[in-house]
């Protein structure tokens, strides 16, 4: 399963972030609520954190997340939250044109 997520902060702190809310049993992060629910273990951060794209906070950034949100949801692999994706013909377009 994949949470597709956008920080301004480092990835170490954001992982940090993650860490508190999955040992102290908070529901601020979704990653976290996944892990607990599910009974996994917490992996260190080169294991469970990964760059998918760089640029600045904003709309361009606002669109790539929902854009690998979306491809993760097609795949059945998102644990984001579904109600937030929506059917959208770019990206059904973009999807298919990369598998080629």
Same mark, same amino acid.
Do not use: C, W
């Given at each position: 399963?994949?949470?597709?997520?956008?920080?301004?902060?480092?990835?170490?702190?954001?992982?940090?972030?993650?860490?508190?809310?999955?040992?102290?049993?908070?529901?601020?992060?979704?990653?976290?609520?996944?892990?607990?629910?599910?009974?996994?273990?917490?992996? &260190?951060i080169?294991? @469970?954190?990964?760059?998918?794209?760089? !640029?600045? %906070?904003g709309? #361009?950034?606002?669109?790539?997340?929902?854009?690998y949100?979306?491809?993760? &949801?097609?795949?059945? @692999?998102q644990?984001?939250?579904?109600? !937030?994706? %929506?059917?959208? #013909?770019?990206?059904?377009?973009?999807?298919?044109?990369m598998?080629?």
């Open positions: 399963m994949t949470y597709i997520g956008q920080t301004g902060s480092s990835f170490k702190v954001r992982f940090k972030e993650h860490f508190h809310d999955f040992k102290y049993n908070h529901s601020k992060s979704k990653y976290a609520t996944h892990l607990l629910e599910n009974h996994h273990s917490m992996g &260190t080169d294991d @469970t954190l990964e760059i998918l794209h760089t !640029t600045h %906070k709309r #361009k950034m606002n669109t790539i997340e929902q854009f949100i979306y491809i993760e &949801t097609i795949k059945g @692999t644990i984001n939250d579904k109600s !937030t994706v %929506k059917p959208n #013909k770019i990206f059904d377009t973009i999807v298919k044109n598998k080629k």
